[in-house]
């Protein structure tokens, strides 16, 4: 009988913390992004105020960009996250294979006035980012002066980070190879131009060492475990702001992104994702992430209301834009399975 | 009076010859089953302490290797998402492409796995085989929901190769023809490094993969060296303590003994804080004026050495601490006193009976060694990493289990093989001794 009785009772609790637990998870909005200071940024300029304004419970969850697991949750029909941060590039392959929803032709966010670029068929952009370099100052005599620089270990001798991916890796390595910006993707779909793409990287390789979140190049900077790495621009500003890290970035040649957020297929909460996609969108909404990152806004009526101090910081200052590339989401939905293979056996070896 | 039983038993015999005659079968096989059950209850109730051990065998070893061996060989998306297109395919000679009806039997098939969900993985499956295979599969997924006449096979054909040229050509309909069963050795047969990728045209992809083979040989090597070296720092370290006695053996048995204590994860971070650039190693020898600027330390291959053989030193220390103590020292002794010189008087004495403590402690750090994880990942670089960490990879992140498991099977049977004689051969040459 004794155990009976606490056999009834460990399951009435369960069956009490299951009830309570319930509706925080039917309720609720779970946002994921890239962790750290983009995080903290995109938490202070999109997702308190829209709790607070909305009186709902956003759950946070960070990753990396990794698909498989977005896969993993769309293919099993239990999807946990409703809205996702991304980059053009994942947006587009996700997109492509099906796991997003097709939010891009909703009137809210046709007629919110983005910059080119910034709508795709499945994603809403939120800010511009750039992939930039970034060093210690007192590491050269001479500081480089563009993305390319990272190349030369003649004149910048010592270890350099690159993130762990093809993607911005092998556009750069075309752009030191002579490859015009213009040419870059033509060139990148080429056998030949791949071909081209790894060799250059092989001339640097002993030298490179791999990052995976966007929080690990300021750390390696500090540490003084590379000298060089390239990062994303905010990161960088974060440190130097925060940390007093003291580091140097160079902005020619740099890698412009998006940062947007899709909703997955099957999303448990799907108005209400699109309703904050929607308010991070609204002009006002929309500037205030430069008050807490240096990324631009993507809302053309936003760009007037972004403080004046910040300004020369974001990645769009006509004085930071020379020769910038934008990443071509499209591009790597269509190669993005072929060149991931290849990234990884080359990385491998 | 002596024997009172022998006497009654004889006289027995004597007097009922006649019925103990007739009765002695049924009575032998009485009390013949009655000693088997009795010992065969004996033998259970003597397991019974065992079977904890063997229930935990079950679950934690035969039930997981299983598993895992299972999913290794287990390769049905296919046969299960396109079951009457495999079948139709088998009359299909490999020329060329299929007879027209089959693309109408594949479109519905697809259609139909586009409903269920299936097609996803579906197309996965195909993308591992032939290059750019999921968007042939979704992309016909995609293209056959489009207005056409569903009623004509050769609408179906046109609609098919519209949506992807491969369609038109063998190489994906020979995947298909292939996979009609629920088991193949494909994952097998990719993870020892066979090329298994295919162009669309049939011919073997030119597209870089990971090549398992060296992934394997590193995988090995690491092991070996890491082990040879092991052996070497540990042999000293063993004679040492098995020697001394008291207070000096129970404190150098403690440091030995201490990383055993501490977490693998923070022993491995340690390394990093000791290895890193700006880091103890570089710093200290950089004050002493030894080297101009910081060596590359971290994320090497010497790194991942020099980390691993901390871990590993007390597995193979123990088991030679363990060997060596119980070889008598008076036969040392009488070596030298025969005129051997000390370094002979080892060789030829003790280093001969250590030999199954160094075997046991090098095969104990060999096998375990295959299997590292967190310490290259964590010390080594991208070209040092080890199986593990390629089975971690492919579970966590590609999310491609089969291939995962098919590694990790070649990986246990791998270390199986070489542990199993030499650990029969350890066992059979230290019984004595230990």
């Given at each position: 009988m004794p155990r009976a009785r606490s056999f009834k009772q460990s399951f009435l609790v369960g069956l009490v913390l299951t009830a309570v637990s319930f509706p925080a998870l039917a309720d609720g909005l779970t946002v994921v992004s890239w962790g750290g200071a983009l995080q903290e940024a995109q938490t202070k300029a999109f997702l308190d105020p829209y709790a607070k304004a909305n009186n709902i419970t956003v759950t946070q969850d960070t990753w990396s960009g990794e698909l498989a697991k977005l896969r993993a949750m769309v293919d099993s029909g239990n999807v946990a996250w409703d809205v996702i941060d991304v980059d053009p590039q994942t947006g587009a392959t996700a997109c492509d294979q099906g796991l997003l929803e097709k939010i891009g032709a909703d009137v809210a966010f046709k007629s919110a006035g983005l910059v080119d670029g910034a709508l795709t068929d499945c994603a809403v952009g939120t800010s511009v980012y750039a992939t930039i370099l970034a060093f210690q100052k007192q590491a050269f005599p001479k500081a480089p002066t563009?993305?390319?620089?990272?190349?030369?270990?003649?004149?910048?001798?010592?270890?350099?980070?690159f993130r762990k991916s093809p993607v911005d890796t092998l556009e750069l390595a075309l752009l030191a190879d002579g490859v015009a910006a213009s040419d870059v993707y033509t060139t990148l779909a080429t056998p030949a131009g791949v071909d081209r793409a790894f060799k250059k990287l092989d001339t640097i390789k002993k030298d490179i060492v791999w990052w995976e979140?966007?929080?690990?190049?300021?750390?390696?900077?500090?540490?003084?475990?590379?000298?060089?790495?390239?990062?994303?621009?905010?990161?960088?500003?974060?440190?130097?702001?925060?940390?007093?890290?003291d580091l140097g970035i160079a902005w020619t040649n740099q890698i412009r992104g998006f940062d947007m957020w899709v909703i997955p297929s099957g999303s448990k909460n799907l108005a209400a994702a699109k309703d904050f996609v929607a308010f991070s969108v609204k002009p006002d909404v929309n500037a205030t992430l430069s008050n807490y990152i240096a990324y631009g806004p993507t809302v053309k009526a936003a760009s007037d209301l972004v403080a004046k101090d910040v300004l020369p910081n974001l990645p769009s200052a006509p004085q930071n834009s020379e020769g910038a590339l934008a990443q071509d989401g499209a591009f790597w939905a269509k190669n993005g399975d072929a060149l991931n293979a290849r990234f990884s056996s080359w990385i491998s070896q | 009076m002596t024997l009172p039983y022998g006497d009654v038993g004889l006289v027995m015999t004597q007097n009922d010859a006649h019925g103990a005659k007739a009765a002695a079968p049924t009575a032998r096989v009485v009390v013949r089953s009655s000693i088997r059950s009795d010992s065969h209850r004996r033998a259970v109730r003597a397991a019974l302490p065992a079977a904890p051990l063997l229930i935990f065998l079950l679950l934690f070893l035969v039930i997981p290797i299983g598993s895992i061996v299972h999913t290794a060989v287990s390769d049905g998306e296919i046969a299960r998402a396109l079951p009457l297109t495999t079948q139709a395919l088998q009359a299909w000679d490999g020329d060329d492409v299929p007879v027209t009806a089959v693309y109408m039997t594949l479109g519905q098939e697809l259609e139909a796995a586009g409903h269920a969900g299936s097609i996803r993985p579906l197309g996965r499956r195909v993308g591992y085989e032939l290059s750019r295979g999921a968007n042939v599969i979704l992309g016909a997924q995609r293209t056959l929901s489009k207005d056409f006449d569903r009623a004509d096979p050769q609408a179906w054909k046109a609609q098919l190769i519209k949506a992807d040229p491969a369609w038109g050509q063998s190489g994906v309909w020979s995947i298909i023809r292939h996979y009609n069963g629920r088991y193949s050795a494909f994952y097998l047969r990719?993870?020892?490094?066979?090329?298994?990728?295919?162009?669309?045209?049939?011919?073997?992809?030119?597209?870089?993969?990971?090549?398992?083979?060296?992934?394997?040989?590193?995988?090995?090597?690491?092991?070996?060296?890491?082990?040879?070296?092991?052996?070497?720092?540990?042999?000293?370290?063993?004679?040492?303590?098995?020697?001394?006695?008291?207070?000096?053996?129970?404190?150098?048995?403690?440091?030995?003994?201490l990383p055993f204590w501490t977490s693998l994860l923070v022993r491995t971070m340690s390394w990093i804080v000791f290895l890193q650039t700006n880091g103890v190693l570089n710093n200290t020898l950089a004050r002493t004026g030894l080297i101009p600027e910081p060596l590359p330390l971290l994320y090497t291959r010497m790194a991942t050495i020099i980390a691993m053989i901390q871990i590993q030193l007390p597995f193979t220390v123990l088991p030679m601490i363990s060997v060596m103590r119980a070889i008598p020292t008076n036969q040392v002794k009488a070596a030298r006193s025969l005129g051997a010189g000390p370094l002979r008087a080892h060789a030829t004495i003790f280093l001969p009976q250590s030999i199954p403590g160094i075997a046991a402690g090098g095969l104990l750090t060999f096998v375990l060694c295959l299997g590292f994880y967190l310490t290259p990942a964590l010390v080594g670089g991208p070209s040092d990493q080890m199986v593990s960490f390629f089975i971690a990879r492919f579970t966590n992140e590609d999310l491609n289990w089969g291939l995962a498991s098919a590694l990790s099977v070649i990986l246990i049977f791998g270390a199986g093989l070489v542990a199993l004689p030499l650990a029969r051969h350890v066992a059979r040459h230290s019984s004595d001794r230990i």
């Open positions: 563009k993305l390319t620089d990272i190349f030369d270990s003649t004149a910048f001798p010592g270890k350099r980070g979140a966007g929080a690990q190049p300021p750390q390696l900077l500090k540490s003084g475990e590379v000298k060089m790495a390239l990062a994303w621009n905010g990161r960088i500003a974060d440190a130097n702001a925060k940390e007093n890290a | 990719w993870a020892t490094g066979f090329p298994v990728k295919i162009e669309a045209d049939g011919r073997l992809s030119q597209e870089a993969s990971y090549d398992f083979r060296s992934i394997y040989l590193r995988t090995i090597l690491i092991s070996l060296v890491v082990t040879g070296l092991t052996i070497l720092i540990g042999y000293p370290v063993a004679y040492v303590i098995a020697n001394s006695s008291g207070r000096t053996a129970a404190v150098l048995l403690f440091f030995i003994l």
